[in-house]
């Protein structure tokens, strides 16, 4: 089956080219567009199922761990290609700087422990949602359209994971950014969702920006973009201390400042939330299995770059911690179902940086991986919210819909319990895996105050999570006042509202996930509720992807020292884990069973008192944002971040962009204009002199000898007659002249005068 994963992307492509090219011009009905656009994911699904198993019990085995890559050199697939033939390039950075290497970039994919996690995550929860979809854009105008959008996303985010290189990756990180902006503005004629696909465009660029000098650096640094190269070849380079910032750091900034863009961590994650904009579906696409996960799968693949930088460590840590709690406090105030969830994602992404950033990678992966499910699920659960009340978002126009959406209200419950982090849910173990390791992390220094913050962060995210469900869910029937006049918030008139449960192909996905929600948290089941049993699958599975990293002279060449034995991380959560698992048993600290009994009870906490404001005391809010005015009204207006990004940042921008018109408008412009006047002046009076000085004096010339030759050619006849005539008369007029004078005497005399 693994000669066969180059189908995993390339039917996606297929499905979208059908959909796309032909579900116009042959009018393709629903039906048809749907079973395309779902064949062709669950196709990919269980070729993805089959690599999985041949590569677990075949390949692995065999091949000591080495990803299998589809190229003849690796005995792989061997219809790889060149893509990019570049050449020869000399390397210009790190210890092989001035050395020739080949610029030529393979088109092949890398499969092992991380991407398979990852093709299982796309293919599996993008069925399910494509799924969905067919039953809630029914009897929408561009069905196909909506459906090709959906395939081609599939293909790009299947080529990011799957990639065997930096490029391959590219193509699909800057892939999934332009269906994002064909899917976020699929709803071309409202103005919102124009103005929010073109949000995430520009900001995801920023971050791209950063990623495109930190590749460049990697092969100005090694010689090779192959992921499987660079991480042997990164191993020569020591490991660059705390406040240390060299070559390792600089890469690893690059690479970070593009996690940032796609992955909507502080400062680029104001286009998550306007993401809302799109259809519903797309936000579940987006928001639990694709997109904005990218940037954590990318640090971890590249994790044999970051554990270099223990600088660069500390910064993806507290970036993710900030992140975290920012979007938490921000979804304690927001009203739209949607958003809601949006600020709730940003704050799991924050959780996801700060576990890689304190060596927690497989724990960061693990957060991906229960998230995906409970996070697609809580999102389609709300699209089935809004289908059944007219498209109404808003949760102050909405509760008590248990009772008209039974199975929406008891999947989402599942989806609920697992974010707030409530065992046995698959949140509370990714979750509480972070929690521990952030506390307990040796990278650097003062982790115990990273897990306070994550840990309130949590107790925060059970508050507000409480409050939807509570809101939508429990209490008073609001909808009824607000919707008796019977239209809905974009001004469409229909009759009063009577919410109904939404129909198979919408709440089958539902349930799938719901019972993923509950499940999928086991195959990460920590040491701790086992006794010191190494059950722990996830973990076990995806150590082989993570680098090992031992402190080491120091060898590299631009300045790094690493003394041995003083290495701060040293010995790394990764490693750490490791070499437990080669045991059956291992100690458990007994803080850990402290911090989970806190964790479980501050998430408890946190649904308490959600329940006691928004279900038995609705009064509550408005008091006590009275009393928090400040507080709230930071939270509500989103920390005035959006308001200093978009409107003052953007005035800022547009501020130095006028005065840098100006100066190329009146300067540069001026310069370049007044020079081509004066050319063009002097070229007249240069024009105007050639033409009537000097072309007038030859021209004269000219004219001269030409008169001057017709009474030359009149005296040059040939005949002697004419010669003597003029003979004659030159002579009579030579004498003329000489006795002109005696003449005039002479008259002069006889007239007395």
Not at 156 to 171: C, D, E, K, R, T
Not at 261 to 283: C, E
Not at 360 to 373: D, E, P, R, S
């Amino acid at each position: 089956m693994l000669k066969l994963v180059w189908l995993i992307p390339v039917l996606p492509l297929v499905g979208f080219l059908i959909n796309f090219l032909l579900g116009r011009k042959l009018r393709l009905s629903e039906k048809t567009v749907s079973v395309i656009a779902c064949g062709v994911i669950l196709a990919s699904l269980l070729l993805t199922l089959g690599a999985f198993y041949e590569y677990h019990w075949s390949y692995n085995p065999a091949n000591e761990d080495k990803p299998y890559i589809t190229s003849k050199e690796d005995g792989g697939f061997p219809h790889s290609f060149t893509w990019l033939p570049g050449g020869l390039a000399r390397n210009s950075q790190g210890q092989q700087a001035g050395s020739l290497s080949n610029f030529d970039i393979e088109w092949s994919y890398q499969i092992d422990q991380l991407s398979l996690v990852m093709m299982f995550i796309v293919t599996f929860v993008g069925f399910w949602i494509h799924v969905f979809a067919t039953g809630y854009m029914r009897g929408d105008k561009g069905y196909y359209r909506f459906f090709s959008y959906l395939n081609l996303f599939m293909f790009m985010m299947l080529l990011l994971v799957m990639g065997s290189n930096f490029m391959i990756m590219f193509i699909g990180w800057e892939g999934v950014g332009l269906c994002s902006y064909l899917l976020i503005g699929y709803y071309f004629d409202r103005q919102e969702a124009a103005e929010a696909s073109k949000k995430a465009f520009v900001v995801n660029r920023i971050g791209d920006f950063g990623m495109v000098l930190a590749i460049a650096g990697v092969f100005a640094t090694f010689g090779t973009l192959q992921f499987h190269d660079v991480a042997n070849l990164s191993a020569a380079y020591p490991q660059e201390h705390l406040w240390q910032f060299g070559l390792m750091s600089w890469l690893a900034l690059g690479l970070f400042i593009g996690a940032t863009g796609k992955s909507a961590q502080i400062p680029l994650y104001i286009w998550l939330p306007d993401a809302m904009a799109g259809p519903t579906p797309v936000s579940a696409l987006i928001h639990a299995a694709t997109m904005v996960t990218a940037g954590v799968f990318m640090v971890t693949r590249t994790n044999f770059i970051f554990q270099r930088s223990v600088t660069m460590m500390m910064i993806v840590a507290l970036v993710g911690c900030l992140t975290a709690f920012i979007a938490a406090t921000i979804g304690i105030t927001q009203t739209d179902i949607k958003k809601v969830l949006a600020y709730s994602t940003v704050s799991q992404l924050g959780y996801m940086f700060l576990g890689a950033g304190v060596g927690a990678f497989i724990g960061a992966i693990f957060h991906v991986f229960t998230h995906a499910f409970f996070k697609a699920l809580l999102f389609l659960g709300s699209g089935s919210v809004i289908h059944a009340m007219h498209h109404e978002q808003e949760m102050p126009r909405m509760g008590g819909l248990k009772k008209y959406l039974p199975v929406t209200y008891k999947t989402m419950l599942m989806g609920w319990l697992a974010i707030c982090g409530i065992i046995p849910f698959a949140g509370f173990f990714s979750k509480d895996e972070i929690l521990w390791k952030t506390f307990s992390t040796s990278v650097f220094g003062g982790g115990w105050i990273l897990w306070l913050v994550g840990f309130i962060t949590a107790g925060m995210t059970a508050f507000y999570m409480t409050r939807l469900m509570g809101l939508t869910f429990w209490g008073e029937e609001r909808f009824r006042k607000v919707h008796g006049e019977g239209h809905d918030s974009h001004g469409d008139h229909h009759g009063p509202v009577e919410p109904r449960e939404s129909p198979r192909s919408m709440t089958l996905p539902l349930i799938v996930l719901a019972v993923g929600s509950l499940v999928v948290g086991w195959v990460g089941i920590p040491h701790a509720l086992t006794g010191g049993a190494n059950l722990n699958l996830f973990e076990r599975w995806l150590e082989p992807v993570i680098v090992k990293v031992h402190a080491a002279p120091a060898t590299a060449s631009h300045g790094t020292t690493a003394a041995p034995g003083t290495n701060p991380a040293a010995a790394s959560a990764a490693e750490s884990s490791a070499a437990h698992a080669e045991s059956a048993h291992e100690p458990v600290d007994s803080k850990e069973y402290l911090l989970m009994l806190l964790s479980l009870a501050i998430a408890a906490g946190g649904i308490y008192l959600g329940r006691v404001f928004y279900v038995k005391r609705p009064d509550l809010p408005g008091i006590w944002a009275a009393k928090l005015r400040p507080l709230y009204t930071l939270s509500f207006n989103k920390w005035y971040w959006d308001y200093l990004l978009d409107v003052k940042g953007v005035e800022a921008v547009k501020t130095i962009d006028d005065a840098l018109w100006a100066v190329d408008a009146k300067v540069v412009d001026g310069g370049v204009n007044g020079a081509g006047w004066m050319t063009r002046f002097w070229a007249k009076v240069t024009g105007l002199w050639d033409k009537w000085v000097i072309d007038l004096a030859v021209n004269a010339t000219g004219w001269i000898a030409r008169a001057g030759s017709y009474v030359l050619r009149a005296a040059q006849t040939g005949l002697w007659q004419n010669y003597a005539l003029l003979f004659a008369a030159g002579l009579f007029v030579i004498l003329l002249y000489y006795v002109y004078p005696a003449i005039t005497t002479t008259i002069r005399g006889f007239t007395g005068k």
